[in-house]
């Protein structure tokens, strides 16, 4: 996401709580924010989820719901992108 200026220390502020209660979901894999080496001002997150319906289920959760709420006054721009690897049994 790439974010107004100056407001990244806002969102890194709240992201250890949002990042707590997600780690801590069933199906949670990994929850990690980064920021771009060239542009403080973008912000990646990273997200691996067990399957879908754990993803589902953290998009209902209050926690979710309330950073998203907060951070997104903060955009200038979002993109969202899904991964899906498919795994390969040998």
Request: hydrophobic fraction near 40%.
């Amino acid at each position: 996401m790439d974010l107004k200026p100056g407001t990244r220390d806002k969102i890194l502020a709240q992201a250890p709580i949002a990042q707590a209660a997600t780690r801590a979901e069933e199906g949670c894999i990994a929850y990690d924010f980064y920021t771009c080496t060239d542009n403080p001002d973008r912000l990646v997150f990273v997200e691996l989820w067990a399957d879908q319906a754990a993803h589902d289920f953290h998009m209902e959760q209050d926690h979710t719901k309330t950073f998203i709420a907060f951070h997104e006054q903060f955009h200038e721009r979002l993109t969202f992108e899904t991964i899906n690897v498919a795994s390969q049994s040998e």
